[in-house]
C-alpha cells in the first residue's frame, strides 16, 4: 500500500558533538528529537537529521581501531531506536559487518530501522585518514518516508557526482547529505555553490546537516542549510552555534518556510572560529580558566580577546613579564589591553631568573659570543613562568603565536610556544591585523571601548629579545613574506615559480628555507584551530630529515 | 628469438637513502651499481636491486605533493637509464600518469627500461598513509630477464597472497620484492616466515631487498635476503647497516652461494636499532653533537651509551643538573657513567634559578600548596638549561625518557621531555632494564669496564623531584605497569578485559586514565625511535579532546 503523501518537516539537528562520549552524544541526540517535537506542527510528519559519526563525534580517529567499539555502537542504537517513536530520525555512526567497519549513516522509525547506507566516497588527503578505518560502501540508498523517495549520502559523497546522480537515478525526489565538515576560510561558499549546483542539474532538493564544535584543531562551524530544486539556499542555521532548524515542506517537496542564507562577513567567521576552536578545547577538556602572557605585542593582543570572548574575562588571566629590552610602550599597552577587557593581570619580571641561568653557564658559555641563544633564555623564562602558573592554577597557557612565526620558525620551542592550545596557529600575520581592526570595530559598534590600542596595530611588531629589534630587519616586510609563503605552503609552488610571480629571489630563498628547517619546531608545536585548507596540523605531514630542495 | 640460458647473479643493494634528497640517492645507486659490477664475476649476468621508493627515500609523506615531483623523477629516471649499461637495474620511485600517482618499481637495462610495475597493496594503516598519496596498482608484472621470467613487486604486496599467486600465475620462476619495511621487535621473524611459505607454496625463490637507516621515527633495518624454492633463507645482508649482497644463481635459478641468515638476538637488534635511529637522525639533520641530563638514573645511563655508540664519545657532552632532592649516590653514578664511556661532564646546579622562580611567583602561589608544579619547575629549568646549551654549541638535545613514562605521564613537559629527538620513547621500562644489562654484557665481552653501574640498574627509580620520592610509590611496579600498558596500547584491550587478565581493577583503571589524559604531552614530544608496532608517533592516533570512556 502507498502511504498518503502529507506536508513533511524536516529537522536539520546541528549539534556539538564531543569525540568518545558516546553517552553524552546520544543526550545531545535525545534533547534535540525532543525538541524538534516540540516545534513541529501535528499535522506534519517529521524527520530529524543528525551529523555524520553524530555517535562517537568527529573525528573519532584511532578510537575506531578500540575492540569495544562495536557492542558500544549496538548498545547506543537500541537508544537511539527507542528515541524514534513516532518521528524517522537520520543519525551517523561507525558500524562493523564481517570484519569491516563502515561509515554509516542509518534511518529510524517508530523503533525500527529502516535503512542505512555506507558512506562511499572516503577522504584521505588533507587533514582526513578515513581510509586508515573505513570500507568504502558500493552501494546507493533510497527510502521511502510519506510517500517520497529519499536519497541518503554522508558528507564527502556530495563532493563528488556519482552519489547523487545515482540517488536521482534510483528514484531519489529529495537528498539527505549528513556531514562533518570542518571550517576554512571560503569553505561555505564552496559548500552553497557545490550544493546548488547538484541540486539545479538534478532538479533535487537536497538537506545538509553539519556538525559544529571544537575537536582539537578543526572546528566544525555548521552552517547547516537546504538547497531546493532551482538551486536557491533556504533555512540555513546558524554559523558556529548548535541550532535545530525545522524545515517545512509541502505535498510536493517545495520549501515552505525558508529564507535565504545571510552568511556572516569573512572575517567574522574567521573570528567567531577562533572563539569556538578555544572555547570548546577549554569546556571540552575542563580547564579551569587560560593564562596568557600579554607582551604589548598585537599576537598576544588579539589572543587575549579571543580568549575572553571564549570564556569571559573572569576565567583568563594575563601576564606581563618584562625584561630590559620590554618598552615602556609595550608596559603601557598590555596594561591597556587587560585593563579593557577587565582581566587579572599581573607583571612578573624574568631578570631574576635570566640572570640566575647565564651565571651558572657562564663556564659553559666563555669564548662564546651572544647570539639568539640569549633570546631563546628570555622566551623560555617566560614559558617556565607560565607552566608555573598554568600547574598551580588548572588554567591552560593560550599560546599566542601567528602562521607567519610559525611557518619561519620565528618562535621559540619551550619559549612562547608553550601552551596547550594555539589560536592563531593557523593565522598569518596580515590576517591577525585584519581581525585587530575588526575586533575594534565590533566593540564600537556595540558602544564599547577599544579593546586593542590603535597603536598596537600600527606599530612596526617586534619581538622585543635584543635592543631596537624589530621582526622586519630580519624578515621581508608580512606583506610580502606572507604572500610567499601562501604560494609555498598553501600552493605548494616551488622557489622558481614563486620568484617568476614577482618577488625577490633572495627572500624567497631564504623564507623557503626557512620554512623547511623549522618543521622541527611545528612538530612539537601546541594543536592549534586550523583556519585554511592547509594548517600546519594533519594537513600538512613534512618529514623533519628531509633533503628535498625547493628550488625548481 | 629466446636469449640463451646462463648463470645469473643478483645484487641486493641495501642503502641508507635520505628523504628528498634525490642527487644523494643517485649518488648511492651510482655507487652501488659500480661496486656490484666490481664483485661481480664476468660471466654472470648482473641484476642490482634497489628498495622501495629508493629514489626518494621512504616515506616521503607530503613532498608526494609537491608539483615539481614528476619533472624531478623524469630527470632522475634518465640519470637510472644511463646507469644500466651491461647490467639490469631495478629501482623504486614515484610516478604520475594522467594525474595519478604510483608506487612503481622499474626495470632499466643498457638504458632502456624494460618493465615498470605499480604497487597493488598500498598500505594505510599504523604508520603508513600511502593511500593519501598513491592510486592503487592493477597489473601483475613478470619481466624476461636473460632467458628467466621474473615477477616484480612491492613491499606490502608481499603480505598478501595474490601479488605472489597472480606472479607465479603469469609464469614468474623468481620473484623480486623491494622493499621500506621499518623495524619492530620481532619483524624479521615475521618476514622470514611470510617469504618462506610464499617460496614453498608457489615453489618460486623470492628476493626481498629493504632499505637500511633511520628516518625520523622510523628505522629500516635492512637485513635483505633471499630464499630459495624449498622456503630455506640464504644469502641475508646485515642488520641496521648499508650492504651490498650478491647472490649467484644457476641456469635452473638454484642459489649458488648463499649461507644460511644468523640473525641477532633480539636484544642486540633492539639495541642496534635505537643506535642506527639516533645516529642517522644526527647526522642526516648535521648536529655537531648530542647534549644531554644525566640524572644518575638509568634512562639516561642507557640513552648516553646509546649516543655514544651512534656518534662517538667526542661529540656527546652530558650535564648533571642536582637540586636538593639529587642524592649523593646519583651524583657519584652520573659521574661513573660519564667517565666510563669517556664523555665531556658538567655539573651545572639549578638551585638559582629555581630560586629566582619561587620568589617571583610567590604572591602568584600565596595561599597555595606545594604540589607538582614544584616538581615540573625542576625539571623545567633542567630543560631550559640543556636547552641553551643545544643552542649555544649546535648540540642536539637527546631526551632520556621512556615509554611507560611517556605512557602515563611520568614526564615534564617542556622538562625532561624537550629535545630534538627520543632514543627510549618506545622502549618500557622493563626493556630498559635489560637492554642496559645487554649493554653491560656487550662491553664484559670485549674486555671493556662496566658501562652502567649495577647499583643503578638495581635500584629503585626515582625522579628525586620530591624528598625520597620512588617512581613506585605512584605506580604499580613496572613488571605490572608494563604489562598493563602493552594491553592496552598494543593490544587495544578495555580495562574490563585487562582486569580479566588478572590485574587489580584499580591499577588498570588508573593507569589506563593516565594514558588518556597524558595524550595532549605526547602530541609535543620529540619523536623517537619506533620500536614496537604501536609506537607513540604515526602509529597512535588519539584525540586529545576525548570523551570515551575506557571501561568495558
Given at each position: 500500500?502507498?502511504?498518503?503523501?502529507?506536508?513533511?518537516s524536516?529537522?536539520?539537528?546541528?549539534?556539538n558533538?564531543?569525540?568518545?562520549?558516546?553517552?553524552g552524544?546520544?543526550?545531545?541526540?535525545?534533547?534535540?528529537?525532543?525538541?524538534?517535537?516540540?516545534?513541529?506542527?501535528?499535522?506534519?510528519?517529521?524527520?530529524?537529521?543528525?551529523?555524520?559519526?553524530?555517535?562517537?563525534?568527529?573525528?573519532?580517529?584511532?578510537?575506531?581501531?578500540?575492540p569495544?567499539?562495536?557492542?558500544?555502537?549496538?548498545?547506543?542504537?537500541?537508544?537511539?531506536?527507542?528515541?524514534?517513536?513516532?518521528?524517522?530520525?537520520?543519525?551517523?555512526?561507525?558500524?562493523?559487518?564481517?570484519?569491516?567497519?563502515?561509515?554509516?549513516a542509518?534511518?529510524?522509525?517508530?523503533?525500527e530501522?529502516?535503512?542505512?547506507?555506507?558512506?562511499?566516497c572516503l577522504p584521505?588527503?588533507?587533514?582526513?585518514?578515513?581510509?586508515?578505518?573505513?570500507?568504502?560502501?558500493?552501494?546507493?540508498?533510497?527510502?521511502?518516508?510519506?510517500?517520497?523517495?529519499?536519497?541518503?549520502?554522508?558528507?564527502?559523497?556530495?563532493?563528488?557526482?556519482?552519489?547523487?546522480?545515482?540517488?536521482k537515478?534510483?528514484g531519489?525526489?529529495l537528498?539527505?547529505?549528513?556531514?562533518a565538515s570542518?571550517?576554512?576560510?571560503?569553505?561555505?561558499?564552496?559548500?552553497y555553490?557545490?550544493?546548488?549546483?547538484?541540486a539545479?542539474?538534478?532538479?533535487?532538493?537536497?538537506?545538509?546537516?553539519?556538525?559544529?564544535?571544537g575537536?582539537?584543531?578543526?572546528?566544525?562551524?555548521?552552517?547547516?542549510?537546504?538547497?531546493?530544486?532551482?538551486?536557491?539556499?533556504?533555512?540555513?542555521?546558524?554559523?558556529?552555534?548548535?541550532?535545530?532548524?525545522?524545515?517545512?515542506?509541502?505535498?510536493?517537496?517545495?520549501?515552505?518556510?525558508?529564507?535565504?542564507?545571510?552568511?556572516?562577513?569573512?572575517?567574522?567567521?574567521?573570528?567567531?572560529?577562533?572563539?569556538l576552536?578555544?572555547?570548546?578545547?577549554?569546556?571540552?577538556?575542563?580547564?579551569k580558566?587560560?593564562?596568557?602572557?600579554?607582551?604589548?605585542?598585537?599576537d598576544?593582543a588579539?589572543?587575549l580577546?579571543?580568549?575572553?570572548?571564549?570564556?569571559?574575562?573572569?576565567r583568563?588571566?594575563?601576564?606581563?613579564?618584562?625584561?630590559?629590552?620590554?618598552?615602556?610602550?609595550?608596559?603601557?599597552?598590555?596594561?591597556?589591553?587587560?585593563?579593557?577587557?577587565?582581566?587579572?593581570?599581573?607583571?612578573?619580571?624574568?631578570?631574576?631568573?635570566?640572570?640566575?641561568?647565564?651565571?651558572?653557564?657562564e663556564?659553559?658559555?666563555s669564548?662564546?659570543?651572544?647570539?639568539?641563544?640569549?633570546?631563546?633564555?628570555?622566551?623560555?623564562?617566560?614559558?617556565?613562568?607560565?607552566?608555573?602558573i598554568?600547574n598551580?592554577?588548572?588554567?591552560?597557557?593560550?599560546?599566542?603565536?601567528?602562521?607567519?612565526?610559525?611557518?619561519?620558525?620565528?618562535a621559540?620551542?619551550?619559549?612562547?610556544?608553550?601552551?596547550?592550545?594555539s589560536?592563531?596557529?593557523d593565522?598569518?600575520?596580515?590576517?591577525?591585523?585584519?581581525?585587530?581592526r575588526?575586533?575594534?570595530?565590533l566593540?564600537a559598534?556595540?558602544?564599547?571601548?577599544?579593546?586593542?590600542?590603535?597603536?598596537?596595530?600600527?606599530?612596526?611588531?617586534s619581538?622585543?629579545?635584543?635592543?631596537?629589534?624589530?621582526?622586519?630587519?630580519n624578515?621581508?616586510?608580512?606583506?610580502?613574506?606572507?604572500?610567499?609563503?601562501?604560494y609555498?605552503?598553501?600552493?605548494?609552488?616551488?622557489?622558481?615559480?614563486?620568484?617568476?610571480?614577482?618577488?625577490?629571489?633572495?627572500?624567497?630563498?631564504?623564507?623557503?628555507r626557512?620554512?623547511?628547517?623549522?618543521?622541527?619546531?611545528?612538530?612539537?608545536?601546541?594543536?592549534?584551530v586550523?583556519?585554511?585548507?592547509?594548517?600546519?596540523?594533519?594537513?600538512?605531514?613534512?618529514?623533519?630529515?628531509?633533503?628535498?630542495?625547493?628550488?625548481?
Amino acid at each position: 500500500m502507498q502511504p498518503s503523501i502529507r506536508q513533511v518537516s524536516i529537522a536539520l539537528a546541528q549539534a556539538n558533538f564531543k569525540v568518545g562520549d558516546i553517552d553524552g552524544n546520544l543526550e545531545l541526540i535525545s534533547s534535540a528529537i525532543a525538541a524538534a517535537k516540540a516545534k513541529n506542527s501535528p499535522d506534519k510528519a517529521l524527520m530529524v537529521v543528525f551529523s555524520e559519526l553524530a555517535l562517537i563525534g568527529y573525528p573519532p580517529e584511532d578510537l575506531l581501531l578500540r575492540p569495544s567499539l562495536q557492542h558500544r555502537m549496538e548498545t547506543a542504537l537500541q537508544q537511539v531506536a527507542n528515541l524514534s517513536a513516532g518521528i524517522t530520525v537520520v543519525v551517523g555512526y561507525p558500524w562493523s559487518e564481517k570484519g569491516q567497519l563502515f561509515n554509516m549513516a542509518g534511518v529510524w522509525q517508530n523503533g525500527e530501522q529502516v535503512a542505512q547506507y555506507a558512506k562511499r566516497c572516503l577522504p584521505n588527503f588533507q587533514v582526513f585518514d578515513e581510509q586508515r578505518y573505513f570500507t568504502a560502501g558500493t552501494e546507493t540508498c533510497v527510502f521511502e518516508w510519506q510517500g517520497h523517495q529519499v536519497g541518503l549520502t554522508v558528507c564527502e559523497d556530495i563532493w563528488h557526482e556519482h552519489p547523487v546522480a545515482e540517488s536521482k537515478a534510483a528514484g531519489a525526489e529529495l537528498l539527505i547529505n549528513i556531514n562533518a565538515s570542518p571550517f576554512h576560510s571560503g569553505k561555505l561558499q564552496q559548500r552553497y555553490e557545490l550544493l546548488s549546483n547538484h541540486a539545479k542539474r538534478h532538479q533535487l532538493p537536497i538537506v545538509y546537516v553539519n556538525q559544529v564544535g571544537g575537536q582539537d584543531e578543526l572546528v566544525f562551524d555548521g552552517a547547516s542549510f537546504v538547497v531546493d530544486a532551482s538551486g536557491d539556499i533556504f533555512a540555513t542555521a546558524a554559523e558556529h552555534e548548535s541550532a535545530l532548524t525545522l524545515v517545512d515542506f509541502d505535498e510536493s517537496l517545495n520549501i515552505q518556510n525558508g529564507q535565504k542564507a545571510l552568511a556572516k562577513s569573512e572575517l567574522a567567521s574567521i573570528y567567531d572560529t577562533l572563539v569556538l576552536g578555544v572555547r570548546d578545547y577549554i569546556e571540552k577538556n575542563r580547564f579551569k580558566g587560560i593564562v596568557l602572557g600579554l607582551s604589548g605585542g598585537i599576537d598576544s593582543a588579539l589572543t587575549l580577546a579571543i580568549a575572553v570572548d571564549a570564556i569571559g574575562k573572569d576565567r583568563v588571566e594575563a601576564v606581563m613579564m618584562p625584561f630590559k629590552y620590554t618598552s615602556s610602550m609595550s608596559m603601557e599597552d598590555a596594561k591597556l589591553e587587560a585593563d579593557a577587557l577587565g582581566v587579572s593581570y599581573k607583571i612578573l619580571p624574568i631578570e631574576p631568573m635570566y640572570d640566575a641561568f647565564m651565571l651558572t653557564l657562564e663556564d659553559e658559555f666563555s669564548g662564546l659570543a651572544p647570539d639568539t641563544t640569549e633570546e631563546n633564555l628570555q622566551a623560555r623564562c617566560r614559558g617556565v613562568m607560565l607552566m608555573a602558573i598554568s600547574n598551580k592554577k588548572g588554567f591552560m597557557v593560550l599560546t599566542t603565536g601567528n602562521k607567519s612565526e610559525m611557518a619561519v620558525g620565528y618562535a621559540t620551542l619551550y619559549g612562547d610556544m608553550v601552551g596547550g592550545y594555539s589560536a592563531l596557529k593557523d593565522v598569518y600575520k596580515i590576517l591577525v591585523f585584519k581581525l585587530s581592526r575588526y575586533r575594534n570595530e565590533l566593540a564600537a559598534s556595540q558602544g564599547e571601548a577599544e579593546i586593542i590600542p590603535e597603536r598596537v596595530i600600527t606599530r612596526p611588531p617586534s619581538a622585543e629579545l635584543a635592543p631596537d629589534q624589530v621582526d622586519e630587519d630580519n624578515l621581508p616586510p608580512y606583506a610580502i613574506l606572507d604572500q610567499i609563503l601562501e604560494y609555498y605552503i598553501e600552493g605548494d609552488l616551488s622557489v622558481d615559480a614563486i620568484i617568476a610571480k614577482g618577488f625577490a629571489s633572495e627572500d624567497v630563498t631564504r623564507v623557503t628555507r626557512l620554512v623547511d628547517l623549522s618543521e622541527y619546531k611545528r612538530r612539537q608545536a601546541p594543536v592549534g584551530v586550523r583556519m585554511t585548507a592547509r594548517g600546519f596540523g594533519r594537513d600538512r605531514r613534512y618529514p623533519i630529515t628531509n633533503g628535498w630542495k625547493a628550488g625548481s
